[in-house]
């Protein structure tokens, strides 16, 4: 019983009830999200001592029926999106309070209310001990995002939000719930593997049906953004930027190629996917979604969308890490979920503070920009590098040990891939930072009214920034959890 | 008579039968109707605390009948007042309890006109619910089951919407046709047990096959119609749409598990070949409503209607559970049962609320009133999630174990659960209906009507509501003390089966050596 983890769970929770019955004044509410994200990022800080040696920290909550429950555990492969999502909140609630109140926003408890209880389910899908537990808490961010997409309230808001909404309980109904009852049926439990090469089916289980469930682990958690059931991502993009900076670059999304990978790992196992021969072809179907959305991010103006584009390309990089199967492979799949979480929040939170300063939302807009807003673009530069995977940004390791995992696995193809999205992603990003910097200002309209974003958008820019260059340079800390993962 | 359990001493379900009547008869001499109201409130509720002792009493070890009582009723015929409760029927018993305070509580502003006999309706409604579920005598059942008919009928048809009339006809034209081959049955029950219409020792004896094909089918129309299975289920979308609040939630809860009820208690134990022989069809019946009940609900824009549907595609699960004839696939079923009854009635009730403040069942009519019932779509939310199989919801765990019995019965039958595959568009489309319903409510669009002036749930309705939402996260996270208590019955009564069908097996071989 490790009461650290409950605990963990609870603070987004509480900090939710605080914020809806402290709504009226914004000053206590928005203290309120300050205090319970800086609690969480303590609290999950806390357990990294015990689980670096090696420890697995469970707290069960609830039986349902012999076999599946509600339980808590954290293990390396928790900690990694535990330390993400809890750190990022932080920072972004510091970012929305100057962002919603920059713009003036509507209906800003329940904006809060919801983005802790989004929170509350991605630490839950974190620390989830079995399949059910997991499924339940995925279900929870379904949910609770649905008024973030919706915030608006026009009709915009409201296609994007029903798009949103209908991709993922869909493929969530049609897809999990039919692949975790049978995973029931064959096995009797829910619960992951403690390792990840044993997997959870017996001897003697039907070939066929394993990898239908395989099949439908895939496609079941659609926040992974693998294509055919991606199109909800770039809907979503209708939210304010907070939300897409927070949810659909790091809560949202990590929750869903978490899922994906946790399962490929703790369900089915690497010596079950080698039997079956599931790794490589894997590799290959997300590989197709990786180079196509970098295609179509090329041919998107709205900074916003572009960015959606290249999260869904950068997503597919994690699945495709871990379906390599190798060590190395993994691992750079694994240490994406942190890489890209920071850098492409950085991305986001600049897109938003060129919003609020100027009112721009295209990138034939940004033109000369940059010298009015040095540090906004300057980081949106490095953090771009990070996408591209340049040394010495987070992207670099990434790419480094996919580049390794897929030499190793022999599949010239998937090194092929990485090359190849590399140089796309250096084709959609770079014109963005040389036309901020280098472009010319339209004739006949003059730069008044625009400045650099406000201080309390830009330091949490610059904070996000720094990390993102920090684990580029130092990445062994987050490193020892993704080794602790391949043992 | 050994499956009896006699439990010596109180007559707690005589009790519990009475009461309400006892309640009515009194309501009858009561002219101030706010005293009607309290007295049956009090009436429901003592029956409702008095049930619970159902539970501290019960042996959960045995699937023995118990708190048997037995009196001679009508000795020519050998007709008996037998009643008694086992795992299967216990939850519905207290299902029924604990539900009607809450139909009265619904009631409280709702009924205007007539407010001493509506009372004594829904008291009179009790008894013959609670008759039904503990009745051991075919005739004492077929009787009670006649019965609910009447107080139901004028339910509808005197506190009803404006096609009332309609509805009322419709849905007693139905059921009584449904029964009557029921009574058939029964007779010829009666003349083959030597003139017994003692339940018990019905069930598990050699009848001819074609027989018992026959019984099977008289029993499959009464229950499929009352459960309603598609395509029986015409008078169901009619008889919600027009019952008032009250109505549409005995209806939903109660009635409509008298079929599935009816299934286990009667179909399975006296026709076990039949069920065997006629059972696959009946499943792929309860996918085509399943499927059928999703899309159509999907279409509505009448909440009543919608929920009705809802219901058909709801109870398609039941009947999909009980004919897997596994032991998930029973457990789950009977657990449904229980789950539709809090969360269906919930939403009921929940229009009711809507509609009080509206005057219109029309979805249109309430899109928008989230930001001016804040605690009114808390509720409502929840029960939404809990109708479409929410995890940690009570609606989940059912489905869970109805699904898990459907693939152990495509995996045990031949390798690949296609039948199991074929149900989960139904769960996809339960998520699709709840929440568009949902969205519309709390959210709506850009062109809402004005809801400004609505006010939000008052204590009385959120005392209605909040007991519901108890139950909606009790099964929902902790539903073994649940399953405890129905978990010998369902067990034993698949050994009977396999034990049956052996027996029939060994005989069959015999007939072939011979």
Redesign the interface.
């Known amino acids: 019983m490790d009461y650290k983890l409950l605990i963990a769970l609870l603070i987004p929770l509480i900090g939710t009830l605080g914020v809806m019955f402290k709504g009226d004044n914004e000053n206590i509410r928005e203290g309120i999200s300050s205090v319970s994200s800086i609690l969480l990022l303590l609290v999950v800080g806390s357990m990294i001592p015990a689980v670096l040696q090696g420890k697995t920290l469970v707290f069960p909550m ?4 012999p076999g ?1 429950s ?1 339980t808590l555990r954290a293990d390396s492969m928790s900690m990694i999106f535990a330390i993400v999502a809890s750190s990022l909140w932080t920072i972004a609630v510091f970012y929305s309070m100057g962002y919603m109140r920059g713009l003036k926003e509507h209906a800003q408890t329940r904006f809060n209310a919801c983005f802790a209880l989004s929170i509350f389910g991605a630490i839950g899908v974190a620390f989830s001990d079995n399949l ?1 537990t997991m ?2 808490f995925y ?1 929870i961010v379904s ?1 609770c995002t ?1 008024p973030l997409v ?1 915030h608006h ?3 915009e808001g ?1 296609n994007g939000a ?1 798009k949103y ?2 991709y993922l ?2 493929t969530a ?2 897809f999990l ?2 692949a975790m ?2 995973i ?3 096995t009797g439990t829910l619960d992951f593997a403690s390792n990840i090469h044993d997997g959870v089916f017996p001897e003697g289980v ?1 070939g ?1 049906l394993v990898i239908m469930l395989y099949i439908f682990c895939i496609f079941g958690f659609a926040k992974n953004g693998v294509m055919p059931f991606h199109h909800w991502l770039p809907g979503a993009m209708v939210a304010p930027t907070p939300v897409s900076a927070l949810l659909h670059a790091v809560a949202v999304v990590k929750v869903g190629v978490f899922c994906t990978t946790r399962v490929m790992l703790y369900t089915f196992g690497t010596d079950t996917m080698h039997a079956l021969n599931l790794g490589i072809p894997t590799a290959y179907f997300v590989g197709f979604t990786v180079i196509v959305a970098s295609i179509i991010a090329l041919s998107k103006d709205n900074l916003k969308a572009r960015l959606a584009y290249s999260t869904v390309s950068q997503l597919s990089y994690i699945i495709m890490g871990v379906a390599l199967l190798t060590d190395p492979g993994i691992q750079g799949g694994l240490i994406h979920i942190v890489n890209h979480a920071f850098s492409k929040i950085t991305l986001f939170f600049c897109a938003g503070a060129i919003y609020v300063a100027s009112h721009k939302k295209y990138i034939s807009e940004l033109d000369g920009l940059g010298k009015t807003m040095p540090f906004t673009f300057g980081a949106f530069a490095i953090a771009s590098l990070s996408m591209i995977g340049a040394p010495p940004v987070a992207g670099f390791i990434t790419k480094w040990n996919l580049l390794i995992g897929s030499v190793e696995a022999h599949q010239l193809g998937i090194l092929l891939i990485l090359i190849a999205s590399t140089l796309l992603n250096a084709a959609y990003f770079a014109p963005i930072t040389y036309r901020a910097f280098f472009g010319k200002r339209p004739v006949g309209e003059p730069f008044t009214g625009i400045k650099e974003a406000p201080l309390s958008m830009l330091i949490p820019i610059l904070i996000a920034c720094t990390i993102s260059v920090l684990i580029g340079i130092f990445p062994d800390f987050m490193l020892q959890f993704v080794k602790a993962v391949t043992g | 008579m050994d499956q009896l359990l006699i439990n010596s001493g109180f007559p707690l379900l005589s009790v519990l039968i009475f009461l309400p009547l006892a309640g009515a008869l009194v309501l009858l001499f009561v002219k101030n109707e706010s005293l009607c109201r309290y007295l049956a409130l009090a009436a429901t509720g003592v029956v409702g605390l008095l049930s619970l002792r159902l539970v501290t009493g019960f042996d959960t070890t045995t699937d023995k009948f118990q708190f048997v009582e037995h009196h001679s009723w009508i000795e020519t015929f050998n007709i008996n007042y037998t009643i008694g409760v086992d795992g299967i029927s216990i939850l519905l018993i207290l299902l029924t309890t604990i539900i009607m305070p809450f139909c009265v509580l619904a009631s409280w502003s709702y009924i205007k006109t007539r407010v001493q006999a509506f009372m004594v309706c829904l008291l009179i409604m009790e008894t013959a619910m609670i008759g039904v579920f503990v009745a051991l005598d075919f005739v004492l059942f077929y009787v009670l089951w006649e019965a609910m008919l009447i107080p139901m009928y004028l339910l509808i048809g005197i506190w009803g919407g404006p096609r009332k009339i309609y509805a009322s006809i419709k849905f007693f034209l139905y059921t009584l046709a449904g029964s009557i081959l029921l009574l058939v049955g029964i007779i010829w029950l009666y003349t083959t047990n030597n003139y017994s219409f003692f339940i018990p020792d019905m069930m598990w004896q050699d009848y001819p096959l074609t027989a018992q094909v026959y019984l099977f089918l008289a029993f499959f129309l009464a229950f499929a119609i009352k459960v309603p299975m598609f395509p029986f289920h015409t008078w169901l979308p009619a008889a919600h749409v027009e019952a008032p609040t009250a109505g549409s939630v005995i209806l939903a809860s109660i009635l409509l598990k008298m079929g599935t009820y009816g299934f286990l208690r009667f179909a399975l134990p006296i026709t076990p070949e039949a069920t065997l022989l006629l059972g696959p069809y009946v499943l792929w019946l309860s996918i085509a409503g399943i499927i059928y009940g999703g899309f159509t609900a999907l279409a509505q824009s009448d909440m009543k209607k919608l929920i009705a549907y809802s219901s058909v595609g709801h109870m398609g699960f039941v009947t999909l559970g009980i004919f897997v004839l596994n032991v998930d696939g029973l457990e789950g079923a009977i657990l449904q049962m229980v789950n539709h009854g809090i969360t269906t009635g919930a939403l009921f009730l929940c229009v009711g609320m809507i509609y009080e403040r509206t005057h219109s069942r029309e979805l249109r009519s309430a899109t928008g009133v989230g930001k001016y019932m804040p605690i009114y779509i808390t509720f409502l939310a929840f029960f939404c999630l809990s109708s479409f199989g929410f995890p940690g919801t009570n609606s989940f765990v059912g489905e869970f174990m109805i699904l898990a019995g459907a693939f152990q019965f495509g995996i045990a039958n031949g390798g690949f659960p296609y039948l199991a595959l074929a149900a989960i568009p139904g769960a996809v489309l339960a998520a699709a209906y709840m929440l568009r319903m949902l969205q519309k409510i709390v959210w709506g669009g850009t062109d809402n009507p004005d809801q400004s002036w609505i006010t939000d749930l008052n204590s009385r309705e959120i005392v209605t509501l909040a007991p519901f939402l108890f139950f909606v996260f009790w099964i929902g996270l902790g539903p073994q003390p649940f399953l405890d208590l129905i978990h010998t019955s369902v067990t034993q009564l698949l050994h009977h089966f396999d034990a049956h069908q052996a027996q029939q097996a060994v005989a069959a071989a015999g007939a072939i050596v011979h």
Do not use: N
């Open positions: 609830f039986t349902i029926l599946v509600v059910f499924y339940l279900e949910v649905y919706a309230q026009d009709a409201y029903r909404i209908i309980t869909t109904k049609a719930l039919p009852i049978l029931y049926v064959l039907s066929t």
